[in-house]
């Protein structure tokens, strides 16, 4: 098997304006580097003819948020203009930007793209409970201009349960309903003491009482709750996942989500590739593929085809010795539709 190639995770940028406690911003702090990708990087170090084959691409940051990269709707409005009908989605917590740049975006997008506003409280002072140093205000008025201006991209509200919010979770889907957005998203994470004591303690403050609230195993769960009727884009993608994690379960190959493609190929606001994000997490169990990827993956320095091409990925890579692999690519999860084909 071979690293699919369909969809990219493209961190843009690994600047925010938030401090999330969860956040590797805040975990690991002295190895944080703010970065960002210019539109010449995708020009140049990307292509025209990549972008062209790539299906999807999901602008979310392992230390960032994508809006606050200063040539964003460059970017945006270069992909599209070159691929309308690639996939684009979009994750980001919203704050501080004004309603004209909300406009921009909205003209950019279309039917084929999706954008998720993080909100895991009700108001401002809630929201700031995780969201450290949010800006609500901004969040709603950007929201509410984006749906003035467009009517046609997939638009969700994605919440994290936490035990500040697990008794609070009908306000949140409240706004999600009043917004007029298209889904809620919740999100069952990982990221607490009883999955990880030795990180986050058995006195977790942040973990929901609610069990029910927390993902079973070492990979985050979702649940969502429609509110219109429109279309979800990616349904072909998705079945083209599901056809792969089935043959992909005939074989002796690890099952690893890179092979399917629904995580993505991961590139980081570096320039280092990465087979995906959880890979390129700055924790120290990651060290031996980051400094692989800071040094011989890293575009600024080589291309796409020679990274693909490299003897690593039918060699060392195959023994999926990383934790990352070992704990959240499981065989017994391919027969999982949603483990195999939401991102």
């Not at 980001?92 to 975006?105: C, D, F, I």
């Not at 990616?234 to 690893?256: C, H, I, M, Q, S």
């Not at 085809?305 to 990352?324: A, R, V």
Request: aromatic share 12%; glycine share 4%.
């Amino acid at each position: 098997m071979n690293l699919a190639l369909e969809h990219w995770h493209i961190e843009v940028s690994s600047i925010c304006t938030l401090k999330c406690p969860r956040c590797t911003r805040a975990e690991v702090p002295e190895t944080l580097l703010n970065r960002q990708l210019t539109l010449n990087f995708f020009k140049n170090q990307i292509g025209e003819s990549q972008i062209k084959k790539i299906r999807k691409i999901s602008f979310c940051g392992d230390d960032g948020d994508p809006i606050y990269a200063k040539e964003f709707l460059e970017i945006v409005k270069w992909i599209k203009n070159i691929n309308p009908t690639i996939q684009l989605l979009i994750i980001t917590n919203g704050s501080y930007k004004t309603t004209k740049w909300w406009q921009e975006l909205a003209k950019c997008l279309n039917v084929h793209d999706e954008i998720h506003w993080s909100l895991d409280g009700w108001d401002q002072e809630s929201n700031n409970k995780y969201r450290v140093n949010c800006d609500w205000n901004s969040i709603i008025a950007g929201l509410a201009t984006f749906k003035i201006f467009n009517k046609t991209t997939y638009t969700v509200i994605a919440t994290i349960a936490f035990r500040f919010n697990e008794q609070h979770l009908d306000k949140i889907q409240k706004i999600a309903n009043d917004c007029n957005v298209d889904c809620w998203q919740l999100t069952k994470s990982t990221k607490f003491g009883s999955i990880y004591p030795d990180a986050y303690g058995y006195d977790d403050l942040l973990e929901p009482l609610d069990q029910k609230l927390v993902a079973n195993g070492h990979r985050f769960e979702r649940e969502h709750t429609y509110i219109s009727a429109k279309q979800r884009p990616g349904n072909d993608l998705k079945k083209l996942f599901w056809d792969r994690a089935v043959e992909l379960n005939k074989t002796n190959e690890y099952p690893a989500l890179c092979y399917i493609g629904n995580k993505g190929v991961f590139l980081k606001a570096t320039g280092e590739f990465y087979p995906c994000c959880w890979t390129a997490l700055r924790y120290p169990h990651n060290k031996k593929i980051i400094e692989l990827a800071e040094t011989k993956f890293n575009l600024h320095n080589t291309t796409i085809e020679s990274i693909i091409k490299d003897n690593y990925w039918n060699d060392e890579f195959k023994k999926f010795d990383n934790h990352e692999c070992r704990t959240k690519c499981i065989k017994s999860k391919l027969h999982d539709i949603s483990h195999v084909t939401e991102w």
